[in-house]
């Protein structure tokens, strides 16, 4: 294991089972979405890079930090209504309910796209 991966990994590590789990299943579906991501520590949590900054994952008490950009945040306005968002970054994926796997996956997805459009 790389020590970049091995920093995610110790990160998701100190969390209980539960919230494991779910940081586990975040970080599985970004490298499903693509499978080139560069991993990293960075800002204190798992923040991961393709074409520079691409998103990043935080465990909080009652939700999981997911934060991409404001595009992505517009772009998927409508799917996200039943989450907090913050119009700048931030999505509140509560511990409490199932991630939309789905939903983390269009998001991934248009990330990826939007900054490999950019670095072109």
């Given amino acids: 294991m790389k020590k970049n991966e091995q920093n995610v990994h110790t990160y998701i590590q100190s969390f209980p089972a539960h919230v494991q789990v779910k940081l586990q ?3 599985e579906i970004i490298k499903q979405c693509d499978p080139d991501v560069e991993e990293k520590i960075a800002w204190g949590v798992p923040t ?3 074409h520079g900054y691409l998103l990043q994952i ?3 008490q009652t939700y999981i930090g997911f934060y991409t950009n404001p595009e ?3 772009h998927f306005e ?3 209504a039943p989450y907090k968002t913050n119009h700048k970054n931030t999505t509140h994926l ?3 309910v199932d991630i939309d796997e789905t939903l983390i996956k269009d998001m991934v997805t248009y990330c990826v796209q939007m900054n490999r459009k950019k670095s072109k």
């Fill in 72 to 74: 992505a945040l517009q």
């Fill in 94 to 96: 509560p511990l409490d």
């Fill in 78 to 80: 409508k799917r996200l």
């Fill in 58 to 60: 935080a465990a909080y």
């Fill in 48 to 50: 991961f890079y393709d």
């Fill in 25 to 27: 299943k975040l970080r």
